[in-house]
């Protein structure tokens, strides 16, 4: 057994102190450190948080060396165990990080905890010192102050969260019960979110038979101040959401969102698993041109679920429809990368925007192309089946018999599925960079949906093709340039501020300017890498950046409504 004792001194300092027992029976041992965690592919190099390592055997110090960013190597011939100390700086809270402060302990053990290839499929205990008033938060087993873990892949997927202050309520779906625990809100809404919870957590397990753990943790952080994040976990995910006060108003919603999405992610990504990832390597990036897969399908369903359990009505469903809508036609970068080329490049630099048309998201291109599939598979099927069909075939063909997913196969179910070849599809739309307009119309239009657009409007996007962000001093810095547009035909370049526009200078009211001058040339005076130079814009007749939503049809037919009541049943 591995054992992990943690130690809380001095938290305004935010250094959780680490001394870990690695049994050893060679005669060099490589102690490791994860470099990134699941559920975030970049590299998250944590070794930068680590400072006082050293490395003891019965009370004598050893000498090592570093094997690698992340690694220490040791001579540990005649040895049967060692002693590994180390302290962690813990200082981001967010739903992937770790953080400690006199309110709580917070860890995701990827982050910080070590561990040996010779111990990797060992039990590991971790013992944390904490005040008795604390109460744990986490899908290990609990005893006291010692969590137990049966080898290090579960405890790396463990986050837990010790605070006095933990609020906890529970409810049961299909026997699995679900925890649901809230850390940084004084009071929680259970009557209206527990109701809820139920009601997706109903339809999911429904559509898949069953769950793939006996028990599954929330662990739900409440921030004083704007946040939306979330991470998955084998039996558990962390969420993080912000601010306090809005939690249970206009961000409620979003919680209902990263909530169903997080738990669909319990089947897909967790046991459904790309096979460049199965087992994860923690040592290295784990190349997968499945983005789309993982995340653009789990981003799909996690709303559609909330519709379909009734938690959302279709309203509601289309505002966050238009959203992944609006990201897409927004993003040049569809006429330059593929999806799956996106998910493989995550790795390059991470979540970043990265340089102009360059980058898509996994999350929207992936989440468009599940719809168009969903709706695909409906089509041939006679709607007797749709996308939750294939996942759930994926998860009892591969995640139960232990086998991880290639694109192969996961095209291979979508023609068993349909009965027709995907290898167009594939071409185009998944790697390739064919437009996805044209066939979401007829999606759309299958289900008695209409796709509209309409100039943005603001005048800047819609005139302009320019998309600023008001700067605190003034001036408005460009972020993003269309194509063709004035802006880009004036000569304008990312990152100029606009200082004024003929002659009046802008202080967060751009748009004003620009819609009051409407019939005049306009003639920028920008800012850029310290110069000040002036550019005047062409005048072009049409509208440049649109803003895009679904809507259902004023008289569906009668397939339109029988197709549709499928989809969201």
Not at 399 to 409: I, P, Q
Request: with cysteine; hydrophobic share 35%.
């Amino acid at each position: 057994m591995v054992q992990y004792r943690i130690k809380t001194d001095n938290p305004h300092q935010q250094f959780i102190q680490f001394e870990v027992v690695f049994p050893v029976s060679g005669d060099e041992t490589t102690v490791h450190l994860p470099r990134w965690r699941p559920g975030r592919y970049e590299l998250g190099n944590f070794a930068k948080n680590v400072r006082d390592f050293s490395i003891t055997s019965k009370g004598k110090k050893l000498s090592f060396q570093k094997d690698s960013s992340s690694s220490w190597k040791v001579n540990t011939a005649g040895l049967d165990e060692i002693v590994v100390k180390y302290n962690y700086y813990a200082t981001e809270l967010n739903a992937g990080s770790s953080f400690f402060s006199e309110e709580q302990l917070y860890v995701n053990p990827v982050n910080c905890f070590v561990y040996t290839d010779e111990t990797a499929n060992q039990e590991a205990e971790v013992e944390v010192q904490i005040p008795d008033t604390y109460e744990i938060a986490c899908q290990m087993r609990v005893e006291g102050h010692k969590m137990f873990a049966p080898n290090f892949d579960f405890l790396a997927d463990s986050p837990f969260i010790a605070s006095a202050n933990l609020k906890k309520e529970t409810y049961e779906v299909a026997g699995v019960q679900f925890y649901v625990w809230v850390q940084g809100m004084q009071e929680v809404n259970w009557g209206k979110l527990i109701p809820d919870f139920q009601k997706f957590t109903q339809k999911q397990i429904e559509k898949f038979v069953e769950f793939p753990v006996s028990e599954y943790h929330f662990l739900i952080q409440i921030l004083p101040y704007k946040a939306y994040h979330g991470v998955e976990h084998q039996a558990s995910t962390v969420i993080s959401l912000g601010p306090t006060y809005d939690v249970f108003g206009d961000l409620y919603k979003e919680l209902l969102g990263v909530s169903s999405h997080e738990l669909y992610h319990t089947w897909n990504v967790k046991a459904i698993r790309p096979i460049e990832m199965y087992p994860y390597n923690f040592k290295q990036e784990n190349y997968s041109k499945l983005g789309y897969l993982c995340e653009g399908v789990t981003t799909y369903m996690g709303d559609l679920f909330l519709l379909k359990s009734g938690v959302f009505n279709f309203e509601q469903y289309a505002l966050e429809f238009n959203v992944q809508l609006q990201r897409h036609f927004d993003n040049m970068a569809r006429f330059h990368t593929s999806v799956a080329d996106s998910s493989y490049d995550t790795w390059l630099d991470g979540y970043v925007p990265g340089i102009p048309g360059r980058k898509l998201s996994i999350y929207t291109e992936g989440c468009l192309l599940a719809f168009l599939s969903d709706v695909r598979i409906r089509q041939a099927t006679l709607n007797k089946y749709g996308l939750d069909e294939v996942m759930k075939r994926l998860y009892f063909e591969y995640a139960l018999k232990n086998k991880g997913v290639s694109e192969e196969d996961y095209f291979a179910e979508l023609e068993r599925i349909t009965g027709d070849s995907w290898s167009d599809w594939r071409r185009d739309y998944f790697e390739g960079k064919s437009a996805f307009e044209a066939p979401l119309v007829e999606a759309l239009e299958y289900l008695g949906l209409d796709l509209e657009h309409e100039p943005s409007a603001s005048y800047k996007e819609a005139k302009l093709g320019l998309k600023t962000l008001p700067l605190p001093n003034g001036g408005d810095q460009i972020m993003a340039i269309y194509p063709g547009s004035p802006s880009d035909m004036g000569a304008l370049m990312l990152e100029d501020i606009i200082v004024a526009v003929n002659g009046y200078r802008v202080q967060g009211d751009l748009d004003r300017w620009l819609t009051y001058l409407d019939d005049q040339p306009k003639t920028l005076l920008i800012q850029r890498k310290g110069e000040f130079l002036t550019r005047t814009l062409p005048v072009l007749n049409r509208t440049f950046y649109n803003t895009y939503k679904i809507a259902r049809v004023k008289d569906p037919n009668s397939a339109q409504k029988k197709a549709f009541e499928y989809w969201v049943k």
